[in-house]
């Protein structure tokens, strides 16, 4: 019973540094996109088809 608790915890605990860590990254993100230090482009899906196919 022991070991389920401990493997429970680990889990949640990964998961919770999961969640800190993104929340931090689309956050520093947005500050370097409103600083002016990254660009804020978006891909457009429906361009990408115009370009030729450069696979062999």
């Known amino acids: 019973m022991e070991v ?3 493997v429970i915890f ?3 605990s990964i ?3 999961g969640i800190v860590f993104f929340v931090l990254y689309v956050y520093g993100k947005l500050f370097l ?3 002016g ?3 804020a482009e978006e891909v ?3 361009q990408k088809g115009d370009e ?3 696979s062999m």
């Open 4 to 6: 389920i608790v401990d």
């Open 10 to 12: 680990e889990m949640g």
């Open 37 to 39: 230090l990254i660009d």
């Open 33 to 35: 996109i409103k600083i």
């Open 44 to 46: 457009d899906e429906s």
């Open 15 to 17: 998961l919770l540094m």
């Open 52 to 54: 030729p196919d450069r």
